[in-house]
């Protein structure tokens, strides 16, 4: 199975789910997460199953394209349902067979991992899963978003695509992954790994930067002021995608990161509230 | 006589929560068996990880009576002239719900009383299960909870069935939008079900032949034995710790045991790294042959048969990509040596706190030079500084960035490459629970008295369960490796090198967890206070004194002993400013010989068990002496020269800290 039909394998599968399937988020995230399409509809009372794949790009796992396992961006592929199903567990699991993947011939387990994400102020009890020892996918049911409790629990499950599709392929170098049959991963990818790399991690400019994060956050809160939350949300990512970058660049001290992560958090908070205050579900 | 099952099925519940939830399932049931006062002989709790089995044996029909005792009117009021019940006996009887013959008169300080005895219960145990299952489903408590559904009840992880059995008939009730039934699920893969259960003595084989292995201690055990079984098979012993076993324990329903093998080429890695590898990433059990690591591991997996062969090569591509960025990161680490790494460390900034590590380093070097001073260690001064140049550089290698937990051990393991013996293995050790080496045990004690002070300095001070910095751990083993190693060094002065902003708070800290620790070495409790209570921060000259007491305690002599300390002190202790004792205001033989004795006390006795045998003749001259002598004279002059002596007397038990603590206790 190549890498592109992985992809659409599964976008099939939830789709007939009844998720929507919506396209990535157009911006920088480092997470299928961040993405409005997870963030705000897991606020509030509604009903919400959607499914999209969400590069994401974590700078500081950048690898200059030498590493065969690790990358700066990567492809995730998001689902979120809301309420989450009482049988939600056993709706994955036929998602994996969908790939091919036979339950009965491979160590299929749920192992503990609660994930948090700081700068948006969220956090969910969940597992890893785990594919005869190895992790493909993040299953997290939210308890807090942007700093609030839900109303209503969402499950996220969040297949790592790159990991599951070596699995199928049996390769050990994600570059060699066959994207179809003729084109691989690193024909379409390798060179934005290697750039990307140097510019995370070698070439970053302080100053800029920094200039950079002032004016989204000072333009976030103007939006937040005329209460267009969407539009001060997008300016909230790019808040914290400048920060993985200052962070990556080994640009922050230990409290200053501290500071940035409490700056982008401020600002999620603030979409969060006024998101579900202009639903008039602010409790 | 019947049987009660009640199962809670749940989404996989994390490891970490066994074995406590066990015991807590245990505890609660009794406690509410005894609340509701219902019968029973004996409880079993089983556990895997989707499922909290109870099962209730040998539980009576109905509830145990209750008699409750009212007082009602007195009874001259109760009863006529002909001794029948009057109105407002009879009114009292109606409003307890009982009958007349439930009163009985009873005399009490203030004359006599009609007392109903009313009895309560009776209800059939059947009714009360129901309640009692939802009672104890949410008493469980979990270091984390999470929600899941409409009525937003918290758990571990979210509850999907419960099966409530009373022999053959089911209890109903409902928790978390779930309503109890007689189903229950097999293994997630092999057996899912839903599978009936018609009646509780069904439930174990059902399970057992549905690739569930319900009990853990028998999970558990069936795993320790495959494990090496398997490993025998090759010739190999298995690497596996209570803690491991435990954890893989939780990680399955049906162990099946499978072996893999990695390529010889990593055994060029360090091992610490490859165990700490498959241990804490994989939960695999390393194994080793003729004492080194042998190039294969064992899985305990939830599946096997057919699976096998996949679940082989999945995890064997697996650990080789983890093993293959090991290689690649010691291969980078090693080509900048240590030493060169040490300027780097101005780099990196310390969290919750001010500064550098290289500000650490040297603050530490205040620190360990004192130590050095103070036991007398200068040969191997110059070895342990540069031990402690290195001991942080690790932080900077690939190796520690990616797994942090092996910090101090890979400084060892590279420093290894072009250090001496007693400078590496300072460094391998210096974070271990048990460090093997004086150099390790002393940079320890550095790094554990600048990290308690220094955080202690910016407020981070540790409360309820708020210990984000693992202070308490790291006080506790400062005191142990204080106390174990009798290394006999005032603590005060090295608050004062770090310029320690509350003495007093921190020495508090530090006594607390000193309090544990002589608990631990099996002091008991009122000796412990006693060792406290000397005017000292040496963590060593504590523990001695403890020890000393704990051996003194066993004999016929020390409870006098400790009577007579504790008169002079009681005596004495509220009376302040007194001359110094006159022997010229002497009136009594008694008085004379206590002087003497005092005078002629050998000034320096280090040993605390020689002055006990020495001391023990005041025993009998203090009980003379209280005979004889009236202290409480209305003379000042005698009296303030009594007290004086007597206080005098009292010093001399000084170094056994605070006798009066023993004393409460005999």
């Known amino acids: 199975m190549t890498f592109q039909e992985v992809i659409l ?28 399409d997870t963030f705000f509809r897991a606020l509030g009372k509604e009903r919400w199953n959607v499914a999209y794949v969400q590069p994401s790009r974590r700078p500081a796992d950048g690898r200059f394209g030498e590493n065969p396992n690790r990358l700066g961006k990567y492809y995730q592929l998001q689902v979120i349902l809301k309420p989450a199903p009482s049988n939600v567990q056993d709706i994955y699991i036929e998602s994996l067979k969908a790939l091919g993947i036979d339950p009965l011939l491979h160590d299929i387990r749920f192992v503990e991992d609660n994930w948090e994400s700081p700068t948006l102020g969220a956090w969910g009890l969940g597992w890893e899963v785990w594919l005869d020892g190895m992790e493909i996918t993040q299953f997290t049911y939210f308890q807090q978003m942007g700093g609030l409790p839900v109303d209503v629990v969402s499950a996220e499950i969040t297949y790592g695509l790159e990991r599951i599709a070596m699995y199928v392929q049996e390769k050990d170098n994600v570059f060699d992954l066959l994207w179809n049959n003729d084109i691989t991963y690193g024909d379409v990818r390798f060179q934005e790994e290697v750039e990307f790399s140097k510019y995370a991690l070698l070439n970053g400019d302080n100053r800029t930067l920094r200039d950079f994060f002032d004016d989204c956050e000072r333009e976030a809160n103007r939006l937040l002021g005329l209460k267009l939350v969407l539009p001060a949300y997008d300016h909230t990512l790019k808040c914290s995608h400048i920060f993985n970058l200052l962070d990556a660049g080994g640009m922050l001290s230990y409290t200053e990161r501290v500071s940035y992560i409490g700056r982008v958090r401020a600002l999620a908070r603030e979409c969060a509230r006024l998101y579900l205050e202009m639903k008039g579900e602010l409790v | 006589m019947r049987t009660f ?67 009602g009117p007195p009874k001259n009021v109760s009863l006529d002239s002909n ?21 009985k008169f009873e005399t009490t300080s203030q004359g006599e009383y009609a007392f109903a005895y009313i009895r309560t219960g009776g209800r059939p145990v059947r009714d009360l299960l129901g309640q009692l299952s939802k009672e104890l489903i949410s008493s ?6 999470m929600y899941w559904e409409d009525t937003k009840f918290l758990f571990s992880r979210p509850i999907r069935w419960l099966l409530s059995l009373l022999d053959d008939e089911v209890i109903s009730f409902e928790l978390a939008g779930v309503k109890s039934d007689r189903y229950t699920y097999g293994h997630r893969f092999l057996a899912p079900g839903p599978l009936e259960i018609k009646a509780v003595e069904d439930y174990k084989d059902t399970l057992r032949s549905s690739f569930v292995m319900f009990d853990h201690r028998e999970r558990r055990d069936y795993i320790l034995k495959e494990v090496e079984k398997r490993a025998y098979e090759i010739q190999a012993k298995p690497i596996l710790t209570e803690d491991l076993l435990n954890e893989v324990t939780f990680l399955v329903e049906f162990p099946f045991i499978i072996l893999g093998e990695f390529s010889r080429e990593f055994l060029e890695i360090p091992r610490e790294i490859l165990t700490t590898v498959m241990i804490h990433h994989q939960r695999y059990i390393p194994l080793e042959k ?40 010691y291969k980078r680490d090693t080509s900048i040596p240590l030493k060169d790494r040490i300027k780097d460390l101005e780099k990196i900034s310390l969290p919750g706190e001010e500064g550098t590590l290289k500000d650490k380093v040297e603050r530490m070097r205040l620190v360990l030079n004192y130590l050095i001073d103070a036991l007398r260690l200068y040969d191997i001064k110059d070895d342990l500084n540069t031990a402690l140049d290195l001991c942080e550089t690790d932080r900077t290698t690939e190796m520690v960035k990616e797994f942090p937990e092996l910090h101090g051990i890979m400084g060892g393991i590279y420093a290894r490459l072009n250090e001496k013996e007693e400078v590496w293995k300072s460094i391998y050790y210096h974070e271990s629970e048990n460090p093997q080496v004086l150099g390790a045990k002393l940079l320890a004690i550095s790094e554990k008295m600048y990290d308690i002070v220094s955080h202690f300095n910016e407020g981070y001070i540790p409360s309820g369960s708020q210990d984000p910095y693992g202070l308490r751990k790291s006080a506790y083993t400062l005191v142990s490796l204080l106390g174990d190693n009798d290394i006999d060094v005032e603590l005060g002065p090295i608050m004062d090198i770090l310029e320690c902003k509350d003495k007093n708070e921190v020495w508090n800290f530090l006594t607390q967890r000193l309090y544990a620790y002589l608990l631990n070495r099996g002091i008991k ?24 007491l704990q051996k003194l305690s066993i004999k016929d002599s020390f409870p006098l002993f400790i009577t007579s300390a504790v008169r002079c002190y009681r005596i004495t202790k509220d009376v302040e400013d007194l001359p110094a004792c006159d022997p010229s205001y002497f009136q009594i033989e008694d008085e004379e010989n206590l002087y003497r004795f005092i005078k002629d006390f050998p000034k320096d006795m280090s040993s605390l068990e020689e002055r006990y045998e020495t ?52």
């Open chain 2, 5 to 71: 099952l009640l199962e809670i099925g749940t989404e996989e519940l994390p490891a970490g929560i066994f074995p406590n939830i066990i015991e807590q399932i245990e505890d609660k049931t009794k406690n509410l068996l005894d609340r509701y006062r219902i019968d029973y002989k004996d409880i079993e709790v089983f556990a895997t990880p989707r499922r909290l089995v109870l099962f209730i044996y040998g539980l009576e029909d109905i509830q145990r009576d209750e008699i409750k005792k009212v007082k």
């Open chain 2, 525 to 548: 409790r009122d000796l412990v206070e006693s060792a406290l209570g000397l005017d000292t921060t040496s963590v060593a000259k504590i523990t001695n004194t403890a020890l000393t």
């Open chain 2, 615 to 666: 001391l023990l003749p005041l025993v009998e001259m203090l009980d003379r002496f209280f005979k004889n002598v009236f202290v409480m004279v209305d003379d000042e002059k005698i009296r303030n020269n009594r007290l004086s002596l007597l206080k005098e007397t009292y010093r001399l038990f000084a170094p056994f800290g605070d006798l009066t603590k023993v004393e409460e206790r005999l």
């Open chain 2, 140 to 145: 469980l408590e979990f270091q984390r909870n």
């Open chain 2, 83 to 103: 001794g029948h019940p009057t109105k407002a006996l009879l009114g009292f009887v109606e409003r307890q719900g009982c009958s007349i013959e439930d009163i």
């Open chain 1, 9 to 36: 394998k599964l976008l099939d599968f939830w789709q007939e789910q009844n998720c929507i399937i919506t396209q990535p988020y157009d911006m920088e995230v480092g997470a299928g997460t961040m993405s409005p």
């Open chain 2, 290 to 329: 003729d004492g080194s690591l042998y190039n294969g591991f064992i899985i305990v997996s939830n599946m096997g048969d057919k699976a096998e062969e996949n679940i082989r090569r999945g995890n064997e591509r697996v650990i080789s990509a983890r093993f293959s960025d090991a290689k690649f990161f």
